[in-house]
């Protein structure tokens, strides 16, 4: 210690100003969720390469099917919806690893659920960092991979919006998946067990959403329906991740 | 106010097969701290992590302020700082960074209170650095500097001075020995015992 | 004098005691109902006058069916009731539950390709109601994959118990969208349970039937609860006892 | 007799079914019960060994 004088003293001061009254200048839960939030999103841009993991990976998918089908474009435009949102299913998977792993490992968890703010917000912001980092970019790369399969150029606003939306349950819903399967060595099978089957209904909408799209028929019916999904996942998922989250921590 | 107090009652825990803790209990209040001491796999760490609520006993309680922790969990854990084995910091962050969102969850916290309590900690050259590239001594301090910024009256360390040289060890038994002069309460599992600084210290044994 | 009933129900060593009394009082009637149903679902029932004798298969198929939705709920409720009152009995039973109902969900879908091969002429049609079959099977086998993952029971119990509860949230979720999507596709299928027009001596055999594989499923709960109550006891004396006796 | 077990022709589609689900039936038995002997072996085992030490 160089200067034990003033900072010391200062810091001091700002204990002596908070003692007894817990730490007085609690930030409030937004605060906590903003700063949540912006933590992810600042790692995740310091370590792109894993950004770019899941879109190259949905990218390959979807190559693969003109390859294995056919490549010609009104056999694969029947095939696009589903193509699409498989490749989209098991992109956000193969991103959900990591959604949680690291801040259990350097115990940032831990220091969240021990904050006294509540771990669902926190949960929740985690989540949606995670779908700003994956379940967005595959919207907005959704269009590339319907058009290289043949869809007319109309159908992408309905795409994307599918896409955004279905995107939004899926990381919900893998947030528990992630949550659970913690602190388990070789996660990545069990993890897709306990996520496909209840991402079903997300994937059903949401090809029939982009199929609409594609023939230029309505699609607001699975267009709310996904959007109730994600409703419903909104306010139910972070729950149930944070309780699965506290009982790793045991 | 209620006093702050924290009270244990008759902890049982089981990790698995082994009976851990059994029956541990005892009380502090205002000021007061405790060593927890015993060789490796007695029960330090779960103990630790029974206080701070975070593993749920077979049996027993702990109180704060004479209430069940788990009544007001929330309320609990903002009066609570836990330190573990590892400082809790994200090796792609700065300290400065690290610090920055670890504390600003928790409380509002300005620049030069920052500032002041990365210098306090000797981290001024180096706290703009990532912490992937500081030594564990350097991390350990950067965690004594986030627990120095939370300002909460319970204090719960996970072996304080690991890693730490001479004059960090010291630092550990300054801060402390704030902490209980402002009425705070520390409790602290170690190996040997704390540093000197550190009067009237009450030990707990456990055995394996 | 409610409640003291409802506690006890909580303590392991009388739950231990209590499911060794019972498990016979629930094992010999299922037996005599199932032997009774075989009879009169085999012997006694006319043949359908659409499907011949092939409809007989409804009576293991059905109550297969109904045995791995009705585990599959009271796996969620007890699990909820584990979670919400840290009840080790609760997570128990729920633990009890996933093997039981996992393989009455697998003879389902069996019986239920079996039955589609003469009907329909393939043993596999994305019907809906099998298509909902097979997601519970892998429902189940998340549940019990997850409990395996994890070393520690009562952590194992925590966390299946979670996932059993989304699971249940998730269920007349998956039923319906399964069934949205197949209304898009298809028309409706051919088989239909439980037609009200079905004559008693058809209809008599599949309700004993039903009753049958019920009791036989508590009897199973039972002998099973019995072992994971007493993985779950590390303390007490009791466990000198029940393992003695 | 030869008639029962024929089925009205549909005997290659119910014996199995009946097959599966009663191995099922059985099956569920035999597991339920070796689950409690493992138990029982188990709990034994604890207690002997914390017999030996106090």
Known sequence: MSTPGAPAAALTRAAAADDGAGSTPAAGALDAVRLALLRDLKLAFRKRGQLVQPLAFFALVTMLFPLAVSPELSRLREIAPGVIWVAALLASLLALEFLFRDDAYDGTLEQYALSGQSLTWLVFAKTAAHWLLTGLPLALMAPLAALSLGAPSASLPGIVGSVAVGSVALSLIGSIGAALTLGMKRSGALLSLLTLPLSLPVLIFGARATQLAISGGPLLAPLELLGALAVLGVTLAPLAAAAAVRVSLE | MLDERLEVENLHLWRGERHVLRGVHFALGRGGCLEVTGPNGSGKTSLLRTLCALIYPEEGRVLWKGENVRRELPAFHAALAYLGHEPPLKADLSARENLRYWIGIRRRVAAAELDAALERVGGSSWCDRLVRTLSAGQRRRVALAGLALLVVPLWILDEPTTNLDTEGQQLVGSLIAEQLSRGGLVIAAVHQSLPPAVRDVRRLELSP | ?245 | MREFFDMGGYAAFVWPAYLVTLTVVVLNMVWARRALARSRAEARRRLDRRGEQP
């Open chain 3, 1 to 245: 004098m409610k409640w003291t009933w409802l506690h006890r129900l909580a303590s392991p060593p009388y739950v231990y005691a209590l499911a060794a009394r019972l498990t016979p009082w629930f094992a010999w009637p299922a037996a005599l109902l199932i032997a009774a149903g075989l009879w009169g679902g085999l012997v006694l029932a006319p043949a359908d006058y659409q499907q011949g004798d092939g409809f007989r298969i409804i009576y293991v198929h059905a109550p297969s069916g109904w045995l791995s939705l009705m585990v599959y709920t009271i796996m969620g409720v007890a699990a909820a009731v584990g979670l919400i009152w840290r009840i080790k009995v609760a997570h128990a039973v729920a633990a009890s539950c996933a093997p039981i109902g996992a393989s009455f969900t697998f003879a389902a879908l069996v019986t239920g390709a079996l039955w589609g091969e003469p009907m329909w002429g393939t043993y596999w049609e994305w019907d809906p109601r099998l298509t909902s079959e097979l997601i519970l099977l892998f429902l189940y086998l998340g549940y019990m994959g997850l409990r395996a993952g994890i070393d520690d029971t009562q952590r194992a119990d925590r966390a299946s118990a979670l996932l059993a509860v989304v699971g249940v949230v998730n269920v007349p979720i998956i039923h319906y969208s399964v069934t949205w999507w197949n209304s898009l596709h298809q028309a409706p299928s051919v088989m239909r349970l439980g037609r009200p027009t079905m004559p008693p001596t058809m209809l008599l055999p599949l309700l004993l039937m039903l009753l049958g594989f019920t009791l036989y499923f508590v009897a199973l709960l039972l002998m099973r609860l019995r072992s994971e109550v007493l993985a779950r006891e590390r303390s007490a004396s009791w466990i000198r006892e029940a393992v003695s006796a």
